[in-house]
T-cell receptor
Framework: DGGITQSPKYLFRKEGQNVTLSCEQN?????MYWYRQDPGQGLRLIYY?????DFQKGDIAEGYSVSREKKESFPLTVTSAQKNPTAFYLC????WGSGYGYTFGSGTRLTVV | QQQVKQSPQSLIVQKGGISIINCAYE??????FPWYQQFPGKGPALLIA?????SEKKEGRFTISFNKSAKQFSLHIMDSQPGDSATYFC???????FGKGTSLLVTP
């Protein structure tokens, strides 16, 4: 079955540590996105990528980094510069262009310990 | 700047009632308006979507009403069920613009 796989489901980070969240899709979608979800804040865009080797910052990119070396993969690194990383992280993908809905992964819950 | 404004933030409806969630947008260039449903601990899933060339779209118990002149659209859930209890997000165009979500609770 086609879909988006996020791993791990739960992740714990120590202070000052970088962690990488994985996102893989087998839908042959062009565009991929990372969102952060906090209670009452909705979905806030971190980064997005329309094509391989290209990506753009979203509204809250500070403290995060991404790469897009393959069409199927869009990993997100939460760096030590992100001061409040505890949140639910969602990866999504879609065909680029208007009129296509997103397919979301099941999310990664990151907690700072 | 929030380009899609969603209300209410939370909603409690009795089983069998009608749930109504509203969204307003600003950019007249938006041409695709989806709604997503999210259960706790899960990613959002596309529920229903509409384009601005129609005023209403119905899929089962879910209906989108669209008012282009007012730049507003709404989700109606008819005969609401406890299993509909979830968070609902509206979005506009490529869904880079999400509303902040509505937490719906349907009581038995």
């Amino acid at each position: 079955d086609g879909g988006i796989t996020q791993s791990p489901k739960y992740l714990f980070r120590k202070e000052g540590q970088n962690v990488t969240l994985s996102c893989e899709q087998n839908l042959n979608h062009d565009a991929m996105y990372w969102y952060r979800q906090d209670p009452g804040q909705g979905l806030r865009l971190i980064y997005y990528s329309q094509i391989v080797n290209d990506f753009q910052k979203g509204d809250i990119a500070e403290g995060y980094s991404v790469s897009r070396e393959k069409k199927e993969s869009f990993p997100l690194t939460v760096t030590s510069a992100q001061k409040n990383p505890t949140a639910f992280y969602l990866c999504a993908s879609t065909q680029w262009g208007s009129g296509y809905g997103y397919t979301f992964g099941s999310g990664t819950r990151l907690t700072v310990v | 700047q929030q380009q899609v404004k969603q209300s209410p933030q939370s909603l409690i409806v009795q089983k069998g009632g009608i749930s109504i969630i509203n969204c307003a947008y600003e950019n007249t260039a938006f041409d695709y308006f989806p709604w997503y449903q999210q259960f706790p601990g899960k990613g959002p899933a596309l529920l229903i979507a509409i384009r601005p060339d129609v005023s209403e779209k119905k899929e089962g118990r879910f209906t989108i009403s669209f008012n282009k002149s007012a730049k507003q659209f709404s989700l109606h859930i008819m005969d609401s069920q406890p299993g509909d209890s979830a968070t609902y997000f509206c979005a506009a165009s490529k869904a880079l613009n999400f509303g902040k979500g509505t937490s719906l609770l349907v009581t038995p």
